[in-house]
């Protein structure tokens, strides 16, 4: 027998031995356990016609339990349960506003003839309706700031368990996005992906329950707000060797970092504002890197970078980096080769005067 099978059975016994002791003490009421009265689906709104129900859960076998509209009209029985005892209802127009309900039960104990009775459970209250609550609204990300292709969640919170659930543009009323789902669902999240400046603004959302043939619209919830620039986030650069500084003919490793969507864009190298090189990356690769090959000569560059989206059809390019400076050394470590050409020729032209002194 397992673990949870067994657990019940020892509360029951355990009841019972209680119970067994207040009888033999010469109490006329034993007392059980308190029940627990729970809505089955969990809502804090039935609207009319809907079937719920109640359930009345308690510790023990063979128990008679009564249900109860607020504390003292009894609406339901069942006898000789074990454990739980559910009570389906339906809503009916006298029912209209708010709900409570509460329950309790009582055992008969054949070997001692004796009844035990258990408080009645903590109530369980709700609204019976005509019209479905309002929803709640919000956004991510919360500061509903954003930059064109990115994309938003819109999260709609409803307190009824509905299966439809629409969201609004509010500049011009449209319906722009409608999801069905499990009516354990009571957020939905709706996304707008590759966003463009003009799909900023306000939005809401509602939702939708048939019960019988009758469709009920809950209100809109309030709207929220969010905006999109086509402004990128500025791009990075970084360099190595990372001081920048490199002998002649040494290749450079530049890498620019940027905000790339999964739908991929291009790098932008700069050297002195002129254009490099471009690399395209498919995917959300955050960085690229461009090999510089060509600094032969002594010297200073200035090296910067950028990238761009392209959403829908249009690109959109983020502000250059900052730039990183490279400085190109000769092989004696001076960022000026010409002085040193002229001291190498020096030297040659008095090692060739010697030469013909000698002979």
Known sequence: MSVSGTK????????????????????QRASLPKPILSLDPPSSVILLGEDYTLVCHFPLTRCNVELYKGFKDRVSAANEVDYTAAFKVTAALPSKGKNSYTCKYQKFYERNLTWAYSPISDPVQFNVADELPKPSVSVEPASGV???????????????????????????????????????????????????????????????????GKVYVSPR?????????????????????????????????????????????????????ETRGTIHVSGSVPSASFIVNDLI????????????RRVRQTAYYSPPSEAVQVTVTDFNGTSDSFPNVLCVGAIVLLWIISILGTE
């Open 8 to 27: 019940p059975i020892l509360q029951e016994a355990v009841v019972s031995i209680l119970l067994l002791m207040v009888v033999s003490l010469g109490a």
């Open 146 to 212: 954003l930059s064109v292709g990115d994309q938003v969640h819109i999260n709609c919170t409803t307190c009824y368990p509905s299966r439809l659930s629409r969201l609004y543009r509010e500049r011009d009323g449209l319906i722009i996005d409608t999801q069905n789902t499990s009516e354990s669902v009571r957020t939905v999240i709706f996304t707008i992906k590759e966003l463009e400046p003009m799909d900023g603004g306000a939005y809401s959302c509602n939702v939708v329950k048939t019960v019988l």
């Open 221 to 273: 919830s309030d709207f929220v707000e969010f905006n999109v620039t086509d402004e990128l986030p500025r791009a990075t650069i970084s360099v190595q060797p990372p001081f920048g500084v490199v002998s002649s003919g040494t290749l450079i490793r530049l890498t620019c970092t940027g905000a790339i969507l999964n739908s991929g864009g291009l790098f932008y190298f700069y050297r002195d504002g």
């Open 297 to 308: 000569s002594a010297g200073k560059w200035s090296f910067n970078c950028g990238y761009s």
